[in-house]
């Protein structure tokens, strides 16, 4: 069975610290391109980050450049999130997702699409 669970949400405080986690069964990460989502109250599921299958390139939304880091552990078909210096508006739940990959390239702007596998997600709140 395909499956993929996030953790290491929770409540912390502006300008503090979390690590999601994302850990993939029935399917192997490495063969595939992978994304980090969030979607805040109100809003629209949007992508923050995400790793290519080809060249393991990252990339970032601007609203979190500087701030979070999209990691891979192949070895325990793990992939995280780290999370610095969070704000208010990073409150949101995180999703996890994986792409076989495509022509298509995986950026940021078009990282929704065609994603085959999603978690449930995990909830971040960050308050100020």
């Known amino acids: 069975e395909v499956q993929l669970v996030e953790s290491g949400g929770g409540l912390v405080q502006a300008g503090g610290s979390l690590r999601l986690s994302c850990a993939a069964s029935?399917?192997?990460?490495?063969?595939?391109?992978i994304g980090w989502f969030r979607q805040a109250p109100g809003k629209e599921r949007d992508g923050v980050s995400c790793?290519?299958?080809?060249?393991?390139?990252?990339y970032y939304a601007d609203s979190v450049k500087g701030r979070f880091t999209i990691s891979s552990d192949n070895a325990k078909n793990m992939v995280y999130l780290q999370m610095n210096s969070l704000k208010p508006e990073d409150t949101a739940v995180y999703y996890c997702a994986a792409r076989w990959p495509q022509f298509t390239p995986l950026t940021i702007a078009t990282m929704r699409d065609g994603m085959d596998y999603w978690g449930e997600g995990t909830l971040v709140t960050v308050s100020s």
């Open positions: 790793i290519s299958n080809s060249d393991g390139s990252t």
């Open positions: 029935g399917f192997t990460f490495d063969d595939y391109d």
